[in-house]
């Protein structure tokens, strides 16, 4: 609970919810008469509703991107760091949109929802996504909010992907695109982390082949299994040293006595674990996680990457972090790379800092610079 | 099967068993009254008994290091790459020695096997060991063989670590250590992935507390968690990229359609864990990953490897792979800058190779030419 809100952050704030009676066609060919998505927006439209910014979470992100929902609150929205006045994501001169993605476990139309047309959890039975259909129903929202054109798509991680993949689906309603610590596609390492976690989910007893909230449970131990695989790829090895290092939270080594040993790290792990699979669905888990597995950014323009960021007409701007591993500088390398020759205004900066994949998070003083001063520039330009 | 043994293979092998009935102590201050070690050897040990090669098998290893059991084996022991006539440990010059450690699961006490004072299987109760647990049992199999000093001490991962803690344990009785891929202690991350793994074996229903086998079943998922997660270790992420890529086994891409996709490094893995989960134990696989946790060779000297290192009599050889995340080639420079200035004869190489921690399995050609000449040197010295 904040004491009293910080001056530099967007304060008290409160989800919406937007209904959709439309149909919405899926990249699978299923499609959904109607959906919900539930989003939180911060700062102002402004007159000529060109100051709009569109944030896109990752797999474990959702809608309360900036503040706080009461007082009670213990912690801040997830992009705290970046998104509130005077911050990079600057809610005095943009208005800043995220909406939990359909698909998602928080509030929108996805798996732990009720299919109105069998009145039971979609469950397993919701359709399988692509990052296109994200889009889709972005857009959609955007036109509900009047936005014509997103000032900026932005996102760190899957959110860099989404925002890579706004400026080929709708060029022309987007004028800057943002990805950081990012990637045009995963890695065979990438995958094989996913499918493990997958495995722990799929394989847990309590999982019911997706049917768990029908039986009234969660796969809770494949849920805290997959949080702790997947929390070790978001931090470098370095940081995991600085901050556990061989530290001992129980136990020690004396010889002649034996004392169960329990490091830090281990400790940290399981309480991630434990706190994630309270909060996250396990079905949404596994549709999210195969949209990153299926996500190849030139895919459909035959595998090359010049090709398709030809099509784009916004300009980017691409970050990673030296000792990012799960989408290592070189995967940022290849974007800017492909920009380049694709004849693109592209702007690419490799952070250095110790912190791993979750740097994007982070207040790194680097960072957060050239991150402000660049959507400064956007902000003069579209609220000129 | 092989049609035929090749020529550099040391053919056809059988385990064998040493009884030990004279009580071991534990450095957890426990002990048992008797055990058992299987083990193979390969080559003859000269008159003077002074060629003798100590191999210590990594985690997943065991006694059968070369050649085959039967003509119907489909595949050779686990380091045929390095043992036989005329490869790095010839066979032709060395008697070569490969235990089973004890608390392992092949045949040498462990928590697989009865306890003869309780009818029962040890299971979960088995004493907690420490890596130089492994080394008296080692010691003691070496002086039944009639051995008063090995030519050398050899392993790779945390066969490599055994040989080092040889070093110091038994400082008179080993010329030379062999450490490749290997650490002096495991970092916050390694810890990390064995927590992880043992996590999905303990939270496994057919667990049963470790008491499995009382009950008739095996923690099947769990076992095939852990090894799919442990494997990814194994590899750099640049040779599953090389090996699988992105590559499909199953479905396809297709818009408006929907074919479950499975990518080919999605049924590696899976077929890896399936494989692992019927031949080893898992109360074996938490103590053997707790040994790794636990093992830090300057613990007992104030953490100064120098220090450590400085109690050692014999000769050291230090091989790392460039792209080795399990155990980086920064670990093995921590052991070589810490032998040269504790004033030991040490060589040190790094290996550039793109096949990860596994590499020390390999036939890779500088790593096996170098490997070859310094035994060589070895074996010229010992059978002079």
Known sequence: MPETIPEDSVGLVSPQTMQFDEPLEFACGRSIKSYQLVYETYGQLNANKSNAVLICHALSGHHHAAGYHSMDDKTPGWWE?????????????????????????????????????????????FPPLRARDWMEAQFRLGVRLGIDQWAAVIGGSLGGMQAMRWSLEFPDKIRYSVAIASTMSLTAQNIAFNEIARHAIQTDPDFHDGYYLEKGTIPKRGLVQARMLAHVTYLSDTLMGDRFGRVLRAGDFQRGQYNPIQFEVESYLRYQGEKFSTTF???????????????????????????????ARCKFLVISFTTDWRFAPERSREIADALIAAGKDVTYAEIDAPQGHDAFLLPIDPYIRLFREYMQRIADEVNA
């Open 281 to 311: 669905d396990a079905n949404t888990y596994i549709l999210i996680t195969r949209i990153l597995d299926y996500f190849d950014l030139a895919r459909e323009y035959d595998h090359d990457a010049v090709s398709a960021f030809s099509h």
């Open 81 to 125: 760091t970046c998104i509130g006045p005077g911050k990079p994501i600057d809610t005095d001169k943009f208005f800043v949109v995220c909406p939990n993605n359909i698909g998602g476990c928080h509030g929108s139309t996805g798996p732990n929802t009720i299919n109105p047309e069998t009145g039971k959890y979609w469950g397993p039975d």
